[in-house]
């Protein structure tokens, strides 16, 4: 990816703003982060249905408030294996917009840390080689204190765009 392609997509990330508030969450090893704004709710684990044929990204549904909402484990995007939940597992409930159309997605977490502000200077874009991810999946790294955050790109994810992403927009709309 050439700077002026990595530059824009950090402005579409940060905007004007300097600082981006963030909620921070573990898959794995590794730290993650999603912009508070989309995020509903934290939810304990709750009872999931499991709905045959779907992609592994999104295998199962949750009734949240009422309204049955598609459960993805996104770190099955990010090439990690699935994990049997803990006691620090939890369930991110954001709403995403695909298509011109807000939807609900839970997103399932090893861990949720805080609600806390990145600042933009420490931003960087994935590099362009040497990464065991997807560079479309991930909006941008985050250094802070000796670690990255890694802000993945949540609406790419579950776009169709993937492989791994394909089926949540076909049959969960």
Do not use: W, Y
């Given at each position: 990816m050439n700077q002026q392609a990595a530059k824009r997509?950090?402005?579409d990330i940060w905007g004007a703003e300097e600082e981006l508030s963030v909620l921070t969450f573990m898959l794995g090893s590794e730290v993650f982060a999603v912009k508070a704004a989309i995020v509903q709710?934290?939810?304990?684990?709750?009872p999931e249905t499991h709905v045959p044929g779907a992609s592994p990204l999104v295998a199962s549904v949750i009734n949240f408030r009422g309204k049955v909402i598609p459960?993805?484990?996104?770190?099955?995007?990010?090439g990690m294996k699935p994990k049997a939940p803990t006691i620090d597992s939890r369930i991110i409930v954001a709403e995403i917009t695909l298509e011109d159309e807000g939807l609900l997605v839970g997103?399932?977490?090893d861990k949720v840390f805080e609600?806390?502000?990145l600042p933009r200077a420490a931003s960087e874009w994935p590099p362009a080689i040497g990464m065991r991810w997807r560079a479309d999946f991930i909006d941008c790294l985050v250094k802070r204190e000796?670690?990255?955050i890694i802000l993945p790109n949540i609406r790419q994810i579950f776009s169709g765009h993937g492989d791994t992403a394909q089926p949540v927009v076909?049959?969960?709309?």
């Open positions: 997509n950090l402005t709710e934290i939810v304990d684990l709750i459960l993805a484990d996104i770190r099955l995007a990010f997103i399932r977490t609600v806390t502000s000796g670690e990255f076909t049959q969960l709309q």
